[in-house]
């Protein structure tokens, strides 16, 4: 989950003048890694293994 204080200092990384399509991008960016860092701490993670089986078998 985001929080005030990410999204405040994801702003403030941008310049001053941008467009919100920026702001929608880096705001979306921000939420994925959110996402994907609550995922390997909940141990929702594959091996290398795991994903070369994987695409092994999507790309047959």
């Known amino acids: 989950m985001l ?3 990410k999204v ?3 702003i403030d990384r941008l ?3 941008f467009t919100v399509d920026q702001l929608v ?3 979306v960016v921000l939420n994925k890694i ?3 860092l609550k995922d390997i701490e ?3 993670v594959f091996t290398t293994d795991q994903v070369k089986q994987e695409l092994k078998a999507w790309l047959k």
């Open 15 to 17: 310049p001053d003048n």
């Open 25 to 27: 991008e880096e705001l």
């Open 34 to 36: 959110e996402e994907g």
């Open 3 to 5: 929080t005030k204080d």
């Open 42 to 44: 909940d141990g929702r």
């Open 8 to 10: 405040i200092k994801t």
